[in-house]
């Protein structure tokens, strides 16, 4: 094939792609459009000055989709400094210790819910689905939805809330009965 038939058959891929890729490339970038359309503009280039054959190529849209994302991690590479630890602004949020023991909290306190509760806490707080979407997917009204996520919601804070507290100590009670030596309790006036 001549040098302008390639360029002919790349140029339709980008007629078709373009807007595609420009779109992953500000994704990918996390800025403007301007440096988007540059980073597919030097992809188009790079490709062309390869001398690869689009006519040939049985997806040419997935490989400059592959070369714009490629381009991007090159850019981001490129443009990235090294930071030294003594400039990084000191960590005001919770150590990965508290961030483990509120999510096994969480799903503790999920755990602890019904089927149906658990269902609709999945579709409407974490899905972030409508009540209606909620309601048809799992074959119940709209009114039952927002009632079982507000007695769910609740029964997960007190969970958590009493999570919070101190446990409780296990004291052993001596008893004169005839019932044994003793007897376990649980008492939550007395703390650990």
Do not use: F, K
Request: proline share 5%.
């Amino acid at each position: 094939m001549t040098a302008m038939t390639q360029t002919e058959a790349w140029a339709a891929v980008l007629d078709t792609h373009r807007g595609e890729l420009v779109r992953a490339a500000r994704v990918r970038l996390g800025s403007g459009a301007a440096d988007a359309e540059d980073v597919v503009h030097d992809v188009v280039v790079r490709v062309l000055r390869g001398g690869r054959d689009a006519a040939e190529m049985a997806t040419p849209g997935a490989y400059l989709r592959r070369a714009v994302a490629n381009e991007c991690v090159s850019r981001w590479r490129r443009t990235s400094r090294e930071v030294l630890a003594a400039d990084l602004p000191e960590r005001s949020g919770p150590g990965v210790d508290e961030l483990v023991l509120e999510r096994i909290g969480l799903a503790e306190a999920m755990a602890a819910l019904t089927v149906r509760q658990r269902r609709v806490i999945m579709l409407t707080v974490l899905d972030d689905r409508p009540d209606s979407e909620a309601a048809a997917a799992l074959g119940i009204g709209e009114v039952t939805v927002r009632t079982t996520r507000s007695r769910a919601l609740a029964r997960m804070r007190d969970r958590l809330t009493a999570a919070d507290q101190p446990p409780a100590r296990v004291v052993r009670i001596p008893t004169r009965t005839s019932y044994g030596p003793g007897l376990d309790v649980t008492d939550p006036r007395i703390s650990a």
